[in-house]
């Protein structure tokens, strides 16, 4: 067990089984070989970790500190099998390593967004409907005062509907962009 794990007061499990892998498993962090493309790659790592996430939602919160991270030898698998989907695209190291960490940020950002929203309707007993109609009053007097035309025209011009899945899919593609930008620039 990783001392920080226990520090921490995270489950021994964690050190264990890192990424959701079976002690013993020979399978780089459930990842399987690495994509010739590194767009297919990190789409593939985002999605496996959101799946890591979604069963295990206390993982996200162990995994917060990039700057203390907790000592895993199958977290460290995970992280090498991304940087080698990035090793042939120019990138320094110093970039590789940020691309992942921010990729990384992003799905957790998620996930713990995701984990918040259950633990809301646990406390409240409501549904986000439900809470958006109890708190609609509200933000229609907020609204009402014409500060924020921006923001009214997601109520106005179409129904508007917020959901974690189209969101996650939004800004991770955005994100994936971001990076081809940055590839391109760097091969240019």
Same mark, same amino acid.
């Given at each position: 067990? /990783?001392? !920080?794990?226990? *520090?921490?007061?995270?489950?021994?499990?964690? @050190?264990?089984?890192?990424? +959701?892998?079976? #002690?013993?498993?020979?399978?780089?962090?459930?990842?399987?070989?690495?994509?010739?493309?590194?767009?297919?790659?990190?789409?593939?790592?985002?999605?496996?970790?959101?799946?890591?996430?979604?069963?295990?939602?206390?993982?996200?919160?162990?995994?917060?500190?990039?700057?203390?991270?907790?000592? /895993?030898? !199958?977290?460290? *698998?995970?992280?090498?099998?991304?940087?080698? @989907?990035?090793?042939?695209? +120019?990138?320094? #190291?110093?970039?590789?390593?940020?691309?992942?960490?921010?990729?990384?940020?992003?799905?957790?950002?998620?996930?713990?967004?995701?984990?918040?929203?259950?633990?809301?309707?646990?406390?409240?007993?409501?549904?986000?409907?439900?809470?958006?109609?109890?708190?609609?009053?509200?933000?229609?007097?907020?609204?009402?005062?014409?500060?924020?035309?921006?923001?009214?025209?997601?109520?106005?011009?179409?129904?508007?509907?917020?959901?974690?899945?189209?969101?996650?899919?939004?800004?991770?593609?955005?994100?994936?962009?971001?990076?081809?930008?940055?590839?391109?620039?760097?091969?240019?």
């Amino acid at each position: 067990m /990783s001392s !920080n794990a226990g *520090r921490a007061g995270f489950p021994p499990a964690f @050190a264990a089984r890192g990424l +959701g892998r079976s #002690p013993g498993s020979r399978r780089e962090a459930g990842q399987g070989p690495v994509p010739a493309d590194w767009r297919e790659a990190l789409e593939h790592a985002a999605r496996r970790l959101r799946a890591v996430y979604s069963r295990h939602p206390w993982v996200a919160q162990a995994m917060a500190s990039f700057t203390r991270p907790i000592v /895993s030898a !199958n977290v460290m *698998r995970y992280t090498e099998w991304v940087l080698r @989907a990035l090793g042939d695209t +120019g990138l320094t #190291p110093y970039q590789m390593i940020h691309t992942h960490l921010v990729r990384f940020a992003y799905v957790q950002g998620v996930a713990m967004a995701a984990e918040l929203e259950t633990q809301a309707q646990q406390d409240t007993g409501m549904s986000d409907e439900e809470w958006m109609a109890r708190n609609e009053p509200q933000f229609d007097v907020i609204t009402a005062t014409g500060n924020y035309p921006l923001l009214n025209t997601l109520f106005t011009q179409a129904p508007f509907d917020l959901d974690l899945e189209t969101l996650f899919e939004f800004g991770l593609a955005r994100t994936l962009d971001g990076f081809a930008m940055m590839i391109a620039e760097t091969s240019a």
